[in-house]
């Protein structure tokens, strides 16, 4: 069964691991553009987490279940946070950013600076 939630802002399809398809390829191609390496992520059924690395420093980035707080396109969406190593999931304070490419970089490349 499919379920689907409508905002002004995006439509997000629930019910399927597709959910956060999307998101997660703009995060992907974020963190490859701004030149981290070795991005790792992890799957849930309806959210994604992972790490990447950048000047020797370590991210974590995690989205929320999407059936819950679906992506709004112009909200904190993306957590991100400076962590020890590639099992740190409490790591440092928790930052914000939208699912824009650029935000995503700005806020990654000044964690890692």
Not at 19 to 38: C, G, M, N, P, W
Request: aromatic share 14%.
């Amino acid at each position: 069964m499919t379920y689907t939630i409508e905002n002004e802002q995006k439509r997000v399809s629930l019910g399927s691991k597709k959910s956060y398809s999307k998101e997660k390829s703009i995060v992907r191609k974020a963190l490859k553009q701004a030149d981290f390496t070795d991005i790792k992520f992890s799957n849930g059924h309806h959210y994604f987490s992972g790490f990447a690395t950048k000047n020797n420093n370590v991210i974590y980035f995690s989205i929320s279940d999407v059936r819950y707080f679906p992506p709004t396109g112009g909200g904190a969406d993306l957590l991100i946070r400076t962590a020890k190593d590639y099992k740190d999931y409490t790591g440092g304070v928790n930052n914000y950013s939208s699912l824009e490419t650029e935000e995503i970089q700005k806020l990654a490349n000044y964690l890692t600076s």
